[in-house]
Structure formats: C-alpha cells, structure tokens
C-alpha cells in the first residue's frame, strides 16, 4: 500500500476503512484472516485532531496521523494529538506504545498516531493498516464469542427434559453449531495472520506488527478464544446429538404405537368376525 508526502515535514492524516467487496478492480488489501480491500482517504491532519466525530466512522477502519519529531511539530500540535490518544468513555484497552528506530507509535482501536521521520512514515502506515484490521477482526470474534455465551446460557435450559416440544429448537441449535464452525475457522485464519505477517511487509514494517500484537497480547487473546470455542463447540455437538437421539426414540415410540394399535385392531377385526359366525347359526327365519 503506497502513500504519498509532498512535503517531507508536514502533518499528515490518513482515515483507512476496511471493505469486505472492492470499489473496482483494486486487488485486495489482505486475503488473511480474510480477504477485504482498504479504501484510504487523505484527510486534513489538525481538523482531524479536533473532529471526534471522525473517530465514530472509523469505526470500520482506522485514523492515521503523522507528525515529524521534535521542533517540527508545534508544541500545541502535539498536545493536542495526545489529547486525540487519551481514553474515552467506553474504552477499556490502553493506548499501545512503541519505540521503532527513531520513530514513537501510538496505537489505540480506531486511531493511531506516529512521531518520527517522513522516511519511515510508509512502513508505519502498513504496518498499523494490517494489524489494525487483524486487530479489529480479532476483537469482533471476542464480541461474537461474548454473544454465544449468552445465547448457550438460555439453551442450557434445553438440557433440563427433552420433549417434543423442545424439537422446535432443533434448527437453532443446528444454527449455533455452524457459528461454532465458523468461528473456529475463523480463529485459525486470524492466528495465522498475527503470527506470521503478510509477506508484501518489509522487514521493518513486520517487525512493528509483531511488536504491536505482541503489547496487544494477541497471542493470550487467541489462546482465550481456543478454549471458548472449545466449550461451545462440545456444548452444541452434545446438544444435536441429544436431539438426535430423542428425535429416533420419537419415531421408533410412534412406530411402535402405531403397530401395537394396527395389531389391537386387527385382533378387534378377528374377534368380531368370530362373534357374527357364531351368531349365524341362531338365526330363524
């Protein structure tokens, strides 16, 4: 991903948005965890800085500012671009911070700040572009993973006596099992991306990445995760057995029903008929 600085000391800001289908015939961005296309938008760096709105539909993507080191950007500016990093109501993880040659990054979901020299500024931009959507993929699976505990808290209850009643469920059930799937896939994909960089980084760029997974303890997160799906996953597996086994005791109990009722009505059908021959006889004309 190639940008471009006309002015070697300049403030710059980039809003990076992630897309799941491409605007044209633009080659996608990443392919790991998923494939997804980036769409960059150059944006006026100290507006950006005041404008907290502008977090709110980064929500998808991420803000990235760049400033030069030292006395080439006013003290006011960077203040107010620490003001930018510092923590908002409803947002729990800290700001990452990296020391990268000469370079200081600050990193947060959502926005992300470098200090240094326009020379590094490519290296940083990719590299914060693909752990932010590494990052962003890794936290929507958590949500997805707090969402299923809910839901297998209430199909617990399922647990308690199987009825007949209780086999409408059997398609949400079919349904959390597939999510199940998905998620374990999905998981795999996205360990794969954080422990192994895209190749189209250089060296630097994916030295940074693995610094910034590693202070976001991807690798702890991950682990966390494994070991939910586990438990969801042997949940709704014991779950579609259980309704699988009731739903073959149903048939077989009806089955059963059904021939002990064809033989009670045959046997009726046998003991009728015996009646009226023996009837027969004793009527005169």
């Not at 980036?38 to 977090?55: F, G, I, W, Y």
């Not at 500012?65 to 729990?92: C, D, I």
């Not at 030295?207 to 690798?219: H, P």
Request: proline content about 5%.
């Amino acid at each position: 991903m190639n940008i471009i600085i006309e002015e070697p000391q300049q403030v710059l800001a980039w809003r990076i948005e992630f897309a799941d289908q491409p605007a044209g015939a633009e080659a996608p961005f990443t392919r790991e965890p998923r494939t997804a296309w980036a769409r960059v938008q150059e944006m006026h760096a100290p507006a950006a800085l005041l404008d907290s709105t502008a977090l709110e539909s980064a929500v998808t993507g991420v803000i990235f500012v760049f400033l030069p080191s030292g006395a080439a950007t006013p003290y006011e500016v960077q203040k107010q671009a620490e003001s930018w990093m510092a923590r908002r109501p409803g947002e729990g993880e800290g700001t990452l911070e990296v020391q990268f040659r000469s370079e200081r990054l600050l990193w947060r979901r959502g926005r992300s700040i470098c200090f240094g020299s326009p020379q590094a500024a490519e290296e940083v931009f990719s590299a914060v572009a693909s752990f932010s959507f590494c990052e962003s993929e890794l936290a929507g699976l958590e949500l997805q993973i707090r969402d299923s505990w809910v839901m297998l808290d209430a199909d617990m209850e399922l647990m308690k006596r199987l009825s007949s009643r209780k086999l409408k469920h059997q398609r949400h059930i079919d349904a959390m099992a597939r999510r199940t799937i998905a998620m374990r896939v999905a998981h795999v994909r996205l360990q794969t991306a954080l422990e192994t960089p895209s190749s189209d980084l250089t060296g630097p760029a994916r030295r940074l990445f693995l610094e910034l997974a590693l202070q976001a303890a991807t690798d702890h997160r991950l682990e966390m995760l494994d070991d939910a799906i586990d438990a969801l996953d042997d949940f709704y597996l014991h779950m579609r057995e259980q309704f699988s086994e009731f739903r073959n005791f149903l048939r077989d109990y009806r089955v059963s029903v059904l021939i002990l009722v064809v033989l009670l009505v045959n046997d009726l059908l046998l003991l009728s008929v015996d009646k009226i021959i023996a009837w027969l006889p004793t009527v005169t004309p």
